[in-house]
């Protein structure tokens, strides 16, 4: 499956900006899929998950201003995010599992989009 991620840009601290994860390639409703980000000299850190069942898990630091959610019709993830701040400003990258498990690890995941640019200016 390949993943296309898109919808970064800049945007002001308390905005809100909506990311999209397209898969191509075969049916996306049997996968799991992710958001995870990096930072300028950081690692990549889990963001949020989205079971194939639809099951959802948040990092603490985004839990209740993100919110992931699926449209299997489409083969798409999103990725909802509210009250940005200067921390949120990443790559964000989507990624996609078979399996459902560990979901926090980014070695769990076999499929990665390219990374879209979030900007949160203070």
């Known amino acids: 499956v390949q993943l296309q991620a898109s919808g970064g840009g800049l945007v002001q601290a308390g905005g809100s900006l909506r990311l999209s994860c397209v898969a191509s390639?075969?049916?996306?409703?049997?996968?799991?899929a992710a958001w995870f980000r990096q930072g300028p000299g950081k690692e990549r850190e889990f963001v949020a998950h989205?079971?194939?069942?639809?099951?959802?898990y948040y990092a603490d630091s985004v839990k209740g201003r993100f919110t992931i959610s699926r449209d299997n019709a489409k083969n798409t993830v999103y990725l909802q995010m509210n009250s940005l701040n200067p921390e949120d400003t990443a790559a964000y990258y989507c990624?996609?599992?078979?399996?459902?498990?560990?979901?926090?690890?980014?070695?769990?995941?076999?499929?990665w989009g390219q990374g879209t640019q979030v900007t949160v200016s203070s």
């Open positions: 990624a996609a599992q078979m399996a459902g498990q560990d979901y926090w690890r980014p070695n769990a995941y076999g499929y």
């Open positions: 989205i079971h194939w069942s639809g099951g959802t």
């Open positions: 390639g075969r049916s996306f409703r049997n996968y799991s």
